[in-house]
DNA sequence: AAAATGACCAAAATGCTCATTTGGTCATTT
DNA sequence: AAATGACCAAATGAGCATTTTGGTCATTTT
């Protein structure tokens, strides 16, 4: 029954980081969530942080998911893109719990925790290169480092939905989506000089 | 001599600032670094804030002045925004000082010190903006909206000053500026669809 | 026997008190 | 009239008592 009670636990776990944040979140709420003894949580987890961690994953995993069923070799690579960025818009509607923990670990967290969350922009920023090396390997894109190509993209997004909107108000999907288009997307797929 | 102490003072709290920060900054240190009384100060300044209002002020004027002074109209638009931004990564160097405080008023100061340090940076992108219209008005360069083109490059080039230097190692003012070049400058002069 | 559990403990967090510091004032000096 | 620093109320922080919490392990349950 080992197996069954550690997805409890990692859905116990992720309802609890969800509503109380990394500090908020005490093992026997998690225990209590996840309808087991808190002992039970140390035989499948080492400890708070390394609970942390396999939620975190749990999140990634999810999200890579999404992003690799949203490429499709038909489309163009700018469709692919488009396809990836709303998903993105998605995944952070869904998970935008994430987002305020991103906040929290960044103020409070430990130095292992910021680590974590780092894991899971990296994993973002993974994925859009990923897009984008298959773009460069049809010819579709130009650039001489997706890696950088990919972490730009990543920001401006982020710039977009966040910074902006505490600056000037929020901007919507579609918006986003065609500020991207034609400030960001346009470059990589004519600049035949990258 | 009120002109005078004014810049005393001024220059006083400038240093306290970059030297301490906001908090670490006490009214006695700025009137022992200016070299007059502490209530001296209040004759010329409201409080404390208004005192870091003023010098915010004072570095926002100097960028301006740098800024203003690189816009050459016998030079491509190309040219005068790299060298908008070259004297950016200048000012930032000088007064990286004020960056530090950034980050410190963010995390420990009052909303109205975040509010002050805002400015700053809106200052930046208002800056950046006014070269924008600039060129657009010279048929240079194409945008639909040159507030959010400013707002992003600026983004942009903060991103790969700050963050990309976290994640991977600092980037050589020649490859930021190339970046910034292939990856948003290019769709800002070719792309006429904004 | 193997898995699950919750009482238990050391350590960390929190609340609280009180001495010190600090932003701001104003009577005095220059 | 301008400048000043002793002075004050409010904010801060050090130090301590109390509570909470991550993690363990002897006991119970299956």
New interface residues.
């Given amino acids: 029954m080992l197996e069954n009670k550690r997805k409890l636990i990692l859905d116990g776990a992720a309802s609890a980081f969800s509503m109380y944040g990394f500090k908020g979140t005490t093992m026997d709420k998690v225990a209590a969530l996840a309808g087991v003894g808190k002992g039970t949580i140390y035989t499948t987890f080492k400890n708070k942080e390394d609970l942390f961690d396999a939620v975190l994953q749990q999140i990634i995993s999810e999200m890579e998911n999404i992003f690799f069923n949203c490429i499709v070799p038909e489309q163009s690579v700018s469709e692919n893109l488009h396809s990836a960025l709303y998903e993105l818009l998605e995944f952070r509607k869904d998970h935008q719990v994430m987002m305020k923990l991103t906040n929290e670990v960044r103020?409070f967290g430990t130095d292992h925790s910021k680590r974590a969350m780092?894991k899971v922009e990296?994993a973002i920023i993974g994925c859009l290169e990923k897009q984008l090396i298959a773009a460069l390997e049809q010819d579709k894109i130009y650039?001489?480092n997706p890696r950088?190509?990919a972490?730009?993209l990543y920001?401006?997004y982020m710039?977009?939905v966040f910074?902006?909107e505490e600056?000037y108000g929020p901007l919507g999907k579609k918006a986003i989506a065609h500020?991207l288009d034609?400030?960001?997307m346009?470059?990589?797929v004519?600049?035949k000089?990258?």
Same sequence: chains 1, 2.
């Fill in positions: 103020m780092d990296d650039t001489s950088i190509a972490f730009l920001k401006q710039a977009l910074d902006y600056k500020l034609q400030h960001f346009y470059a990589l004519h600049n000089e990258m």
